[in-house]
């Protein structure tokens, strides 16, 4: 690799020797001295092992290797033009190709709202999302963001926190009318109820709620469990059991009364959400402009109950 960097400078001496007609003009173009421009061009012919330029006392010429040579230097020294010219736009440009990773429930509770308010600013940027269950491998696979909801962390990763994801427990108004006619006043009530499980999540065989100083945790019963929070949703709409759901996706249905919040004075654990990304250095312009975008987003007077 030096011997490759050294080689491009030998041939930029010549070519500035060629395109300014001597040694010295050659010198004030790079801002060296007449003595380092004649050093290089003889190392670079005694590397080559031919004569590269005819020097007299009044002027210098090409020799027939050195119009050969010349030609090649041009495309090579307009190939690396053409390189950086192509890197500084990516930089600079907000364009190109995004690829994201996000829960599943993130794509129906909000992020395809926030891409779309994205691409409204900036047209020329194409995204390409993966929607799932399981951490992707930012890296190994060539994700330039995910948007993780953990409590841990890969420390080798950059992690902007976006807020938290608040639960509640809902079931549909017949589910309570037949299973809780008088209501459910108390944490300990939830055991006799059918519930929906996540199975994603192993310590979900019970539940840990908080309200002030007090904190309960009661064991849930289910026979139906499901690995992903859309699914339980919709068992939850049908009467199927009660759920534990993120308040970003069931806020329509609750609003309507389509499903019923219980306990509605006692807290979940929340868990946090962060945009997470591999590097903070040489970030292209599309990877800046998208990252200070989304942090932005979620501040957003309308979108303060997603994660908060």
Do not use: C
Request: aromatic share 8%; hydrophobic share 45%; proline share 5%.
């Amino acid at each position: 690799m030096e011997t490759i960097s050294l080689r491009f400078q030998q041939t930029l001496a010549l070519l500035a020797v060629v395109e300014t007609g001597s040694f010295t003009r050659a010198g004030d173009r790079l801002g060296v001295s007449k003595a380092y421009v004649s050093r290089q061009v003889r190392d670079l012919e005694t590397a080559l092992g031919v004569r590269l330029l005819h020097r007299t006392t009044r002027r210098v010429a090409l020799t027939e290797a050195g119009r050969l040579y010349l030609d090649y230097a041009r495309q090579a020294r307009d190939l690396i033009g053409d390189g950086e010219r192509a890197v500084s736009a990516v930089r600079t440009e907000v364009e190109g190709l995004l690829r994201i990773t996000a829960p599943t429930s993130f794509g129906d509770g909000f992020l395809v709202d926030l891409l779309a308010d994205f691409r409204a600013q900036h047209p020329q940027v194409r995204f390409d999302v993966d929607l799932s269950i399981g951490q992707r491998d930012l890296i190994g696979e060539g994700y330039d963001f995910a948007i993780r909801m953990a409590r841990t962390l890969d420390p080798s990763l950059v992690a902007r926190p976006l807020g938290v994801v608040r639960e509640a427990i809902v079931a549909s108004p017949g589910f309570v009318a037949r299973h809780a006619p008088e209501g459910v006043r108390e944490p300990a009530q939830l055991s006799a109820l059918e519930a929906l499980r996540n199975n994603h999540f192993r310590d979900d065989g019970q539940w840990t709620l908080q309200q002030g100083t007090a904190v309960v945790t009661v064991p849930i019963r289910g026979t139906l469990a499901i690995n992903h929070f859309i699914g339980m949703r919709r068992a939850a709409l049908r009467g199927m059991g009660m759920a534990r759901l993120p308040r970003y996706l069931v806020g329509r249905e609750l609003a309507a009364g389509r499903l019923v919040e219980l306990l509605p004075d006692w807290q979940l654990p929340v868990t946090p959400v962060s945009l997470v990304y591999p590097s903070r250095e040489h970030l292209p312009q599309r990877s800046r402009a998208f990252r200070d975008f989304v942090i932005a987003w979620f501040q957003r007077p309308e979108h303060a109950g997603l994660l908060r």
